[in-house]
T-cell receptor, first 117, second 111 residues
Framework: GAVVSQHPSWVICKSGTSVKIECRSL??????MFWYRQFPKQSLMLMAT?????????EQGVEKDKFLINHASLTLSTLTVTSAHPEDSSFYIC?????????????FGAGTRLSVL | DAKTTQPPSMDCAEGRAANLPCNHS???????VYWYRQIHSQGPQYIIH???NNETNEMASLIITEDRKSSTLILPHATLRDTAVYYC????????????FGAGTQVVVTP
């Protein structure tokens, strides 16, 4: 299957700082990328959908000013957690696919574990 | 969006076939059934997907009932590395291809 690389895999930061997570599709062009969050012992929760060259679409309840998403190229999307607080500590996972159709497979990165002190 | 129902957990003996059920009684005609799995502390891994025909790949087989209201994922020869949470997801065609994850089935493969 296609490879999606996510970096960093683990980050610790102080409260009030910002953290950027990168998501890259290594061997295909991803017109659509997704960002998820997963708390311990819970399922993945979709945060936002981003299409290359346009603004991200956020799910209800997700603060767009706090979770900044940039999808500037067909192989790279970034998630910036601004002014992070301990409650933002979570496992963040990105995924990528070609196109927006249900038949297109969505491939996931390995995830980034964020710990905010 | 169509919802899915899966058993919360299943045990399976190593080397035996694992049959994972999923109910999706409200599925629409053009919605796909997707299966992913998530091994602890990793990102989800795509397994297989189908619309109405049975599908098979190197990882698994997907059996979809004729009325499409349920499906079964079959891992033909389970290994210890197949221990994971398995998610059955019905994917709508008109919402940017979003995947909505439920609770999934925790599968534990034992020696």
């Amino acid at each position: 299957g296609a490879v999606v690389s996510q970096h960093p895999s683990w980050v610790i930061c102080k409260s009030g700082t910002s953290v950027k997570i990168e998501c890259r599709s290594l061997d295909f062009q991803a017109t659509t990328m997704f960002w998820y969050r997963q708390f311990p012992k819970q399922s993945l929760m979709l945060m936002a959908t981003s299409n290359e060259g346009s603004k991200a679409t956020y799910e209800q309840g997700v603060e767009k000013d706090k979770f900044l998403i940039n999808h500037a190229s067909l192989t790279l999307s970034t998630l910036t957690v601004t002014s992070a607080h301990p409650e933002d500590s979570s496992f963040y996972i990105c995924s990528a696919q070609t196109g927006t159709f249900a038949k297109n497979i969505q491939y996931f990165g390995a995830g980034t574990r964020l710990s905010v002190l | 969006d169509a919802k899915t129902t899966q058993p919360p957990s299943m045990d399976c003996a190593e080397g035996r076939a694992a049959n994972l059920p999923c109910n999706h009684s409200t599925i629409s005609g053009n919605e796909y059934v997707y299966w992913y799995r998530q091994i602890h502390s990793q990102g989800p891994q795509y397994i297989i997907h189908g619309l109405k025909n049975n599908e098979t790949n190197e990882m698994a087989s997907l059996i979809i009932t004729e009325d499409r209201k349920s499906s079964t994922l079959i891992l033909p020869h389970a290994t210890l590395r197949d221990t994971a949470v398995y998610y059955c997801i019905v994917r709508p065609t008109d919402s940017w291809g979003k995947l909505q994850f439920g609770a999934g089935t925790q599968v534990v493969v034992t020696p």
